[in-house]
């Protein structure tokens, strides 16, 4: 529970930050074992919170974020894979997909 209110106010956060600097910044701390908020989304299934993350970056930043490896080697979706979070791997996915379809920015 307490995990899932951290969620919620990163999330608003990240929706109030006014600049892309500041969400890059925020995006990027690392938490335990070098989670990121991505990793700690897609092991708490939250395909809502993954997409609020991974829309508020530019495309090469969703890149970086979702091949971004903690410190015992695992991505975000290596992780919704091994937690089988298919929302959140699902959401992960399309978001990818969109970058491989229209290119970087």
Do not use: W
Request: proline share 3%.
């Amino acid at each position: 529970m307490a995990a899932d209110k951290n969620l919620v106010g990163f999330v608003s956060c990240l929706a109030n930050a006014a600049d892309p600097d500041s969400r890059s910044v925020f995006l990027r701390e690392l938490g335990k074992n070098g989670d990121t908020a991505l990793h700690r989304a897609s092991a708490g299934s939250r395909p809502d919170v993954i997409k609020t993350i991974l829309m508020s970056v530019d495309q090469s930043s969703r890149i970086s974020l979702l091949t971004a490896m903690n410190d015992l080697e695992n991505t975000p979706i290596g992780i919704a894979v091994h937690k089988d979070n298919m929302d959140s791997l699902l959401c992960m996915l399309q978001l990818l997909s969109d970058v491989c379809k229209y290119g970087l920015e």
